[in-house]
Nanobody, 126 residues
Framework: EVQLVESGGGLVQAGGSLRLSCAAS????????IGWFRQAPGKGREGVAC????????YYRDSVKGRFTISSDNAKNTAYLQIDSLKPEETAVYYC???????????????????WGQGTQVTVSS
């Protein structure tokens, strides 16, 4: 059974940090790109960051560059998203997703991802 399980969300003050984890099982983690998405109340899902499967290339949404860092530990089948300098408008449910096919610059296309986690809530207070 394929599973992606996010953890690490919570309530944090503006300017604070969190480290989200995405634990994967049921598929060959090394063969998949991992993306992080978020969805705020009343808004659509948007791509935040992605790490490629082949060369570990990383991609970021412009608004998070320099504040968010995506990484993965293939030995642990786990991906991470370090989020710093959080803003209240970044309150959302954060999801990780896995894509088997090479997606490159289309990393933010949610429909290209094969598997999704259930999400973890990040709430940023002002």
């Amino acid at each position: 059974e394929v599973q992606l399980v996010e953890s690490g969300g919570g309530l944090v003050q503006a300017g604070g940090s969190l480290r989200l984890s995405c634990a994967a099982s049921g598929f060959t983690f090394d063969d998949y790109a991992i993306g992080w998405f978020r969805q705020a109340p009343g808004k659509g899902r948007e791509g935040v960051a992605c790490i490629g499967s082949s060369d570990g290339s990383t991609y970021y949404r412009d608004s998070v560059k320099g504040r968010f860092t995506i990484s993965s530990d293939n030995a642990k089948n786990t991906a991470y998203l370090q989020i710093d300098s959080l803003k209240p408008e970044e309150t959302a449910v954060y999801y990780c997703a896995a894509a088997q096919n090479s997606i490159g610059n289309r990393w933010y296309w949610s429909r290209l991802y094969d598997y999704w986690g259930q999400g973890t809530q990040v709430t940023v207070s002002s």
